[in-house]
């Protein structure tokens, strides 16, 4: 591979021809700011919060889209590209509900990171505010529209389940939202409870429910446990406050499998020291469960028994 020198911010690196600008500024240890960008969904370039200014071309460019060339020179917050930043989350706080008092998602919240950062407040002007629509049927998901800002990343990360393809963007402009398959609620969706949209929303729109109310980010420790039930190995994490551990939350999958239920429910058994009912879902609704249909482990059970007679 071919490789290349560009300068950003005044510093020089060495990278290949085929990273973004985004990439190469992460080689620098500086961080763009970006709110629908992930290295492991497909560029999709909406948010436009990592606009930058490039060396010779008047207009700002998404840094998470373009590729570098040799000698590009570019600079990430310019006066020009903060304000375009600031357009930006003025426009998204408008009309967001003021709720990081309350949100689950403060502490880790990009939108709440970013306004910070660039001073940006609550419904400065007035206007239209989103519906506020909060499916609250899924024992694992707490969905909550009126704080979703579009960046569709749980759509794409969705679309990498096999077989689910579960979450849509539906309706346009303003009144664009996530939906599941037909509109329907996540209890009566084909949603499988993987909560890998959960991991990768920006904001506290999607929420591991079974982690509402517990702690908040700033007092917990967290721990990371691979799964073991099956040999791929996804990521979870398990949140503890005074040596007590409180819940765990899907955190990455491994190549090739979807963070699945069973591996959470597992996780959250073999470290919760008093773990919530566990829930199935039967048709299209969530039941209550035994530990053992939840892990699976009826059948083997069964037989143990047998062969113990
Ligand atoms: S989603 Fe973020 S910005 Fe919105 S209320 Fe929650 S913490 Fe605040
Ligand atoms: S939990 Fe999994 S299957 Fe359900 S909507 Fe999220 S990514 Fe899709
Ligand atoms: S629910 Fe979260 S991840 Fe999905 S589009 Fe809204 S903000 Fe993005």
């Known amino acids: 591979m071919r490789h290349v020198t560009i300068t950003i911010d005044k510093q020089s690196v060495v990278v290949p021809e085929n990273y973004t600008i985004l990439q190469a500024a992460e080689k620098l240890g500086i961080h763009i700011p970006r709110l629908c960008y992930d290295p492991n969904l497909e560029i999709v370039a909406s948010c436009r919060l990592c ?23 570019v600079y990430t917050e310019t006066k020009k590209v903060v304000d375009a930043r600031k357009v930006i989350l003025q ?13 689950q998602k403060a502490g880790e919240c990009l939108l709440q990171t970013y306004a910070y950062r660039y001073d940006v407040r609550f419904r400065e002007h007035d206007g239209a505010y989103k519906e506020k629509y909060i499916d609250t049927t899924s024992p694992y998901i707490l ?6 800002i579009v960046c569709g990343k749980c759509v794409r990360t969705c679309e990498q389940v096999s077989d689910r393809k579960v979450l849509t963007l539906a309706n346009r402009g303003f009144d664009t939202r996530v939906v599941a398959d037909a509109n329907l ?24 429910k079974r982690t509402l109310g517990k702690s908040r980010i700033w007092d917990v420790n967290t721990t990371e446990f691979r799964c073991k039930v099956c040999e791929y190995g996804c990521d979870f994490e398990v949140l503890s406050r005074k040596d007590k551990n409180i819940s765990v939350r899907a955190k990455a999958p491994s190549n090739g499998r979807p963070l699945c239920l069973k591996g959470r429910l597992t996780a959250e058994f073999l470290n919760i020291d008093e773990p919530e009912t566990p829930y199935r879902k039967e048709k299209d609704k969530f039941v209550e469960s035994s530990w053992k249909e939840a892990l699976g482990l009826s059948d083997i059970l069964e037989k143990m028994q047998k062969l113990d007679k």
């Open 51 to 73: 606009l930058v200014e490039i060396e010779g071309n008047p207009k700002l460019q998404t840094s998470c889209s373009m590729l570098v060339s040799d000698g590009m020179v």
């Open 91 to 103: 426009l998204l706080l408008d009309n967001h509900p003021n709720d990081c008092l309350t949100c």
């Open 143 to 148: 969905k909550d529209d009126s704080k979703c």
């Open 185 to 208: 609620t996540l209890e009566e969706s084909s949603c499988v409870s993987c909560n890998r949209c959960v991991t990768v929303c920006p904001v506290g729109a999607l929420l591991d």
